[in-house]
């Protein structure tokens, strides 16, 4: 059978638009952030008390600056390509804080709708990953980092993804013990950890799934501007 064409701008696009949405349902749903996002939702939070306008997007931002920093130092280059993986944070940033408006603006529910609101923002985010690993357009920080290391090394893709995530995981409870004491536990739940787990292995199986039917193609002849 023919696959359908799925346009990689697009893949971007809806990868961006999908991850955020998919980011705003588990924050509501209040059983803890995506082990990616912990560090910026934990950065949000505090920084927040004292300046009440920075906003959950903003610290998405600035977190992926500091991440982007880290991976040039780690392979010793800088690539143009970083550059438009921060306009991109800054794109995810202002999705997110749309999202988080529009899902806050949800009446309260019972534990059930709590359950089927992490769940679905599970899967949902990684739909929206696996569109951006999809799409030549410099993603996220988060998922650069995973494409580049993953290059470099020649290391599976799932793999580094799940590593990397673990590492996140980690990287939030220390975040939010330094930042709210010891042993409490803010953004970083038993939902971050089940996670951090399966993640890796949910975004191999949904790109597994798109490649199966769709052939994704370039609309545009912008691929070696974002190759540098």
Known sequence: MRKKVFYTE?????????LAFGTALMEWADYGMSMVV?????LHLKVSQSFPAFSFGMAEYVFQAFLLIALSLVL????????FSFATAVLYGFALDLSMMLVGSLSAGGEVWRIAFFIGGMLVCAAGVSLLFHAYISPEAYELVVKELSAKFNWNISKVKTFYDCC???????MSFAFFGFGHFEGVKLGTILCAIVNGW??????KWLESGFEFKDAFSWRPMFDR
Request: net charge positive; with cysteine; charged share 10%.
């Open 10 to 18: 697009i893949a971007y696009l809806a990868g961006i638009l999908i």
């Open 38 to 42: 912990a560090p910026a939702y934990l």
């Open 76 to 83: 010793r280059k800088f690539k143009l390509s970083y550059l």
């Open 168 to 174: 996140s995981c980690l990287a939030g409870v220390a």
């Open 202 to 207: 949910i975004i191999g199986q949904i790109s």
